[in-house]
């Protein structure tokens, strides 16, 4: 509170010096009758369970005892300044310290001027009009003090109810973010359960039905390879390859949605990753020529693997040529091996090719997606690949970026290094 804003406050009130000299000349019968007025005061205290419950410590009633008294001797004619208007908001605060309710407080000052005015009319029984002009100093001190110690009551509430909101605010908040990141975690939980299902039931199809695909596929193949020989003209001959390689296609179609569904596990065995990655590599060595595609590897530090060799080298061979066909105008592909903390072996495969947005990508290892032309496609490769890195107690994520490229991660279980 300001000089200035002081000064208004008492002139709103009216008290003036006159009302500080009534009240110093009330001083001396105030110390002469605080011990019974304290006395009186505390044993209206204990008519309330509320204030009755907050004098049951001892130390509690003995400050709040000699809290009272001091400030009945404060009355007798203070002069209201910074100090006076402090100790005035102290008592507020310390009201809110102990759990004291404005309706208990504020009732407190009206018990001391009912306590006072038969004391005042005692003291000046020979002058009335000298009691009534010191009642009404007092009442003016009272109403200022009820004032500043009820503005710092309300202040400091605020002040908690702003830090508690704020709290409930940032709480809200991390509620929500986790909220959210669970409802994401839900969402790829299902979407991964959804296609479990399907490759379930791809599994139960596939069991009954590549053996009758694949006997007649096998046939046409047959017959496709001796027409060939026979036949002598360009068309003729370009047509019968075309049957081949449709044949092979179907075939593979076949030998994708078998290594789904088979149940058999092979015996697993150590496997020098390097070596897989090197070989897998020598296969597309002519691809990677005619498609200007540049590689750079770093297999150095590459430790090995309990596992599937055959199946492992099928995972590396998908996610090439997966990383070939987004480079269909040449480009730069980088695999890199090394061992992680922990027993880990990270395998990253990445290229700089077309890359791809987000909705393609949360989509990547779902069956039977793909973005190829028709006919170019079957959107069971990354499936594959997924199932392998699966079966081998492993992970694999895909990151990407539109005309920036993607990365393939793949982290497994590597033999311990002697």
Not at 33 to 41: E, H, K, L, T, W
Not at 54 to 66: G, H, T, W, Y
Not at 238 to 261: F, K, Y
Request: aromatic share 6%.
């Amino acid at each position: 509170m300001t000089p200035e804003e002081l000064r208004m406050r008492l002139a709103f009130l009216g008290f003036t010096e006159a009302d500080r000299e009534n009240l110093a000349e009330f001083a001396p019968i105030l110390e002469k009758n605080a011990d019974s007025f304290i006395g009186a005061f505390y044993r209206h205290l204990l008519s309330f369970e509320p204030t009755r419950r907050l004098l049951a410590d001892p130390e509690v009633k003995e400050s709040v005892m000699q809290s009272q008294r001091d400030y009945l001797l404060s009355l007798g004619g203070p002069t209201i300044d910074e100090d006076y208007v402090a100790s005035r908001e102290r008592i507020g605060l310390r009201h809110l310290e102990v759990g004291l309710r404005p309706a208990w407080y504020l009732g407190a000052y009206s018990q001391f001027l009912s306590l006072l005015i038969p004391m005042i009319f005692e003291a000046w029984r020979h002058s009335p009009a000298r009691a009534e002009a010191v009642i009404a100093s007092l009442q003016k001190l009272l109403s200022f003090d009820t004032q500043v110690a009820m503005e710092a009551y309300v202040a400091r509430r605020e002040e908690q109810l702003e830090f508690l909101n704020r709290e409930l605010a940032a709480t809200g908040r991390d509620l929500e973010g986790k909220l959210e990141t669970r409802s994401q975690e839900l969402r790829e939980t299902t979407n991964r359960a959804q296609a479990a299902e399907e490759l379930a039931s791809i599994a139960t199809i596939v069991a009954g039905l590549a053996h009758e695909i694949g006997t007649p596929m096998g046939v046409i193949q047959g017959h496709a390879e001796l027409l060939e020989s026979s036949v002598n003209d360009e068309r003729g001959k370009q047509r019968l390859r075309t049957i081949r390689d449709q044949i092979e296609r179907i075939s593979n179609i076949i030998r994708s949605l078998l290594n789904m569904a088979r149940s058999d596990h092979r015996e697993l065995q150590p496997v020098d990753v390097r070596a897989v990655l090197e070989r897998s590599l020598s296969f597309l060595t002519e691809e990677f020529r005619l498609r200007q595609i540049r590689v750079k590897r770093d297999l150095v530090d590459t430790a090995s693997v309990f596992g599937d060799e055959e199946k492992l080298q099928q995972l590396f061979l998908n996610l090439l040529l997966n990383a070939t066909d987004a480079m269909p105008e040449g480009g730069n592909l980088e695999i890199r091996a090394q061992g992680l903390s922990g027993d880990k072996l990270e395998v990253l495969i990445s290229d700089d090719g077309h890359g791809m947005p987000p909705d393609v990508l949360a989509r990547v290892f779902e069956p039977f997606y793909t973005t190829k032309p028709a006919g170019q496609g079957t959107g069971l490769g990354l499936v594959v690949a997924h199932g392998i890195v699966r079966d081998h107690g492993g992970t694999i994520e895909a990151t990407s970026e539109v005309e920036r490229g993607t990365q393939f991660r793949i982290v497994l279980p590597c033999l311990p290094s002697d």
